[in-house]
């Protein structure tokens, strides 16, 4: 008997988890679906998905940062992090349709603002360059995608519609309409055209730096090269 008692209140705890979670959580839900092909239907979403777990808890640690309750808001940011991997400051700005795609590692910093629609993969940081206060973590728009693993720093601005590769490490200002690749970040596309100087955007085959400049020294060696052949008697 004590089981089936105990077997009822799981079951009902976990109905009033989901129903609550589709009525506060609506918005990151439907950004989950629509965006993550893995994923089937909002119980999968609510019950397994580490990024939908710290939205909800930024969610709540939010509001009682904005109450300036002491305490509470940070702890329950470290439960989510010590819980999904993820650290969301409970002071930071996100919009809606927010979503973090697996997210493991992910840190979004104090005074960060996120736009609408924006989607983050694992390993991005939102995070400052040093010791400063105030403004001091970016500022992204709408539909913003970092790719997993980037780093944007610093109390930039990053536009509207903006792509930033994996792996890139953006520290300026990026316009709307821009895709972002290297380290440190630099503007490859604007508004679909090419930028001169660019490099491939595919996230596959992100630029290696280190390859760029044996081949650029390798270049100017077969340049010397030649030159050398042409004035031999």
């Known amino acids: 008997m004590c089981g089936i008692h105990g077997f009822v209140i799981v079951v009902g705890i976990g109905l009033i988890y989901y129903l609550s979670a589709r009525s506060f959580c609506g918005d990151i839900l439907k950004a989950t679906l629509e965006r993550d092909p893995a994923a089937k239907n909002y119980a999968e979403i609510i019950f397994t998905y580490a990024g939908f777990h710290a939205l909800a808890l930024h969610k709540i640690s939010n509001f009682l940062n904005k109450m300036s309750i002491p305490f509470l808001p940070r702890l329950l940011s ?13 002071a930071a700005v996100i919009g809606k349709g927010f979503f973090i795609d697996h997210g493991m590692g992910v840190v979004i910093g104090e005074t960060a603002v996120v736009g609408d629609n924006v989607t983050l ?10 010791k ?51 380290v ?35 270049h100017e060696i077969d340049h010397i090269e030649e030159g050398l052949e042409k004035h031999k008697p």
């Open 132 to 182: 400063e206060k105030g403004k001091r973590h970016p500022t992204l728009g709408n539909n913003v995608v970092i790719g997993a693993g980037a780093k944007v720093l610093g109390n930039i601005k990053v536009g509207n519609n903006v792509l930033v590769g994996a792996n890139a490490v953006v520290l300026r200002d990026v316009p709307d309409d821009s895709t972002v690749v290297g």
């Open 121 to 130: 993969f694992q390993g991005v940081t939102l995070g400052g360059t040093g």
């Open 184 to 218: 440190p970040g630099r503007v490859a596309k604007k508004r679909g055209q090419r930028i001169p100087g660019g490099v491939n955007l595919d996230h596959s085959s992100l630029p290696d730096p280190m390859q760029q400049a044996l081949e650029k020294l390798q």
């Open 78 to 90: 470290q439960v989510g992090r010590f819980v999904t991997g993820i650290e969301i400051h409970p």
